[in-house]
């Protein structure tokens, strides 16, 4: 059997590890347009940052796929499937398969703005993207972060941490406002103000100002901020661009329980994966390294014929800044037609979203224990009646 993988991040290297646990005899193969072996996306900013070295960035031993027998192939860009002829073209190559997992994550936007194409101006998705901002903020006394998502906070700490000053622009008014509600950002933000990172909330950029490099960042108000280095933190675009009429998937390729696609022999893992979401209850991408992982093991499952049900996912994020935790998980904004609990003490902060009595969502702020129950709770659907000593974790 031959098993060909598209990508080899998270959802890729966990498919591709079950895979030959599963199936000893097959053949795997994996493409990526990346040079290097498997590393963890979600430690980029702490390399930036020099909490940890190049070296360690790497999740797997050097002689993982040898071991293995996995076929590596670097820098292979995949431009077409061949569904028809069950066969995958590369700028080099093609490449035949039975079983074909998509696995190829997604990339970093940009801005189609004025001066975004200038030296100096970065997007973070991959390892060669972390190298060159560590390059180029040796040399940086002001940074410029576009965005208030994860990406550009974590990719901001990095910086901070390098002795560059960060200035984070944010169009809405608040941060981490596709994770957080406005009272638990507040309280990162809070955090992050006082290791001396600022804020421009409600403000967005215009152009970017340069000759031969960035210098300066001009603002839809008028303001004009200088500007060393830019980093842009927009979200990210499913990698779809070889498939048929990519277009109609660019919220991601739909898939059923067991994460097939709708063509024959081929399944979707990770962040290209449009999967149910148990918490909202509807079919939605949900980038996230765990998750991607688990959908790997759970394509690999399906690809030997194990015919294994996909349980959902649900959107868990977890962030610790200098030393300040917050996790949440599920629906966490939303509050029209549910029922909201909310607990604040100090810098610690509490809330629960329920429909009825089925925990939906919840943010933890400051003190984070009891988030595995939490979790749990909103998978397993259970009535919170049933566990009168759950509060008593907080």
């Known amino acids: 059997m031959k098993y060909l993988i598209i990508g080899n991040s998270a959802a890729g290297i966990f498919a591709a590890e079950s895979l030959r646990k599963l199936d000893p005899a097959g053949e795997i193969t994996v493409l990526t347009d990346e040079p290097y072996e498997v590393y963890g996306r979600c430690l980029t900013s702490y390399f930036i940052a020099g909490d940890i070295v190049e070296e360690q960035i790497f999740i797997r031993p050097k002689d993982f796929y040898e071991k293995n027998r996995i076929n590596l192939k670097k820098g292979e860009k995949v431009v077409r499937i061949d569904f028809n002829e069950k066969k995958v073209i590369t700028f080099k190559n093609s490449y035949q398969y039975d079983r074909l997992?998509?696995?190829?994550?997604?990339?970093?936007?940009?801005?189609?703005?004025?001066?975004?194409?200038l030296p100096g101006v970065f997007t973070l998705r991959t390892l060669d993207d972390a190298k060159n901002i560590l390059d180029y903020s040796r040399k940086a006394e002001q940074a410029v972060i576009v965005g208030g998502g994860l990406v550009s906070l974590k990719g901001a700490y990095g910086l901070l941490k390098r002795g560059v000053k960060v200035t984070v622009v944010v169009a809405s008014r608040q941060i981490l406002s596709q994770v957080l509600d406005y009272e638990a950002a507040g309280l990162v933000q809070q955090n992050l103000e006082k290791?001396?990172?600022?804020?421009?909330?409600g403000?967005?950029?215009?152009?970017?100002?340069?000759?031969?490099?960035?210098?300066?960042?001009?603002?839809?108000?008028?303001?004009?901020?200088?500007?060393?280095?830019?980093?842009?933190g927009k979200g990210v675009t499913p990698n779809v661009d070889f498939l048929p009429e990519p277009e109609k998937f660019l919220e991601g390729i739909p898939v059923d329980q067991y994460l097939r696609t709708p063509w024959e022999g081929v399944w979707a893992a990770g962040d290209v994966a449009k999967t149910f979401d148990v918490a909202h209850g509807k079919y939605r991408v949900n980038a996230l390294w765990p998750i991607a992982a688990e959908q790997g093991r759970v394509a690999a499952m399906n690809m030997v014929g194990q015919n294994y049900v996909y349980q959902g996912s649900i959107g868990m994020?977890?962030?610790?800044?200098?030393?300040?935790?917050?996790i949440a998980a599920g629906i966490t904004r939303q509050e029209e037609g549910y029922t909201v609990i909310k607990r604040r003490q100090g810098a610690n902060y509490l809330k629960l979203v329920l429909e009825g009595e089925k925990l939906k969502g919840y943010i933890l702020s400051g003190e984070v224990r009891g988030a595995g129950k939490l979790t749990q709770l909103i998978r397993s659907g259970s009535k919170i009646k049933q566990f009168p000593s759950f509060l008593k974790i907080f």
């Open 203 to 232: 403000e967005d950029v215009l152009e970017f100002l340069g000759e031969d490099k960035i210098f300066e960042v001009k603002l839809t108000n008028g303001q004009v901020i200088k500007a060393d280095l830019v980093l842009i």
């Open 317 to 326: 994020n977890s962030l610790e800044f200098f030393g300040y935790n917050t």
């Open 195 to 201: 290791q001396g990172m600022k804020f421009l909330l």
């Open 101 to 117: 997992l998509i696995a190829s994550g997604a990339r970093a936007k940009k801005l189609s703005l004025p001066g975004s194409n």
